[in-house]
């Protein structure tokens, strides 16, 4: 089973723009917080962006802020990641998650319950 399905990535030049999408069943996107994480060659795993379902608030790391933006499309059943302004540094695997406790913190990858296979955004200069 499934629960998580990522699409959207690809190749593209720097100042470039991609949009993921992770498709996901309702009681998957009904839990307390979905994220997006990515992890690129030879580092750890790390936080991209995060949304509460219960207010629909956003969390965006420093170096994508203005450039990234998560939404969720509840009639659609999908979770989004716009990307705009591609830097190389955001080359990654990049994955979408859903974590059902609201409380723990959203950019530790350890509290997520449910993730994807992963999708590959490549940057070039």
């Known amino acids: 089973q499934v629960d998580l399905v990522e699409s959207g990535g690809g190749s593209v030049q720097t100042g470039g723009s991609l949009r993921l999408s992770c498709a996901a069943s309702?009681?998957?996107?009904?839990?307390?917080?979905m994220g997006w994480f990515r992890q690129a060659p030879g580092k750890v795993r790390e936080v991209v962006a995060a949304?509460?379902?219960?207010?629909?608030?956003?969390y965006h790391v420093d170096s994508v802020k203005g450039r990234f933006t998560i939404s969720q499309d509840n009639a659609k059943n999908t979770l989004d990641l716009q990307m705009n302004n591609l830097k190389p540094e955001d080359t990654a695997v990049y994955y979408c998650?859903?974590?059902?406790?609201?409380?723990?913190?959203?950019?530790?990858?350890?509290?997520?319950?449910?993730w994807g296979q992963g999708t590959q955004v490549t940057v070039s200069s």
């Open positions: 998650a859903a974590k059902k406790t609201k409380g723990n913190y959203y950019g530790d990858d350890h509290n997520y319950n449910y």
């Open positions: 309702e009681s998957i996107l009904n839990n307390a917080c």
């Open positions: 949304i509460y379902t219960h207010d629909k608030s956003t």
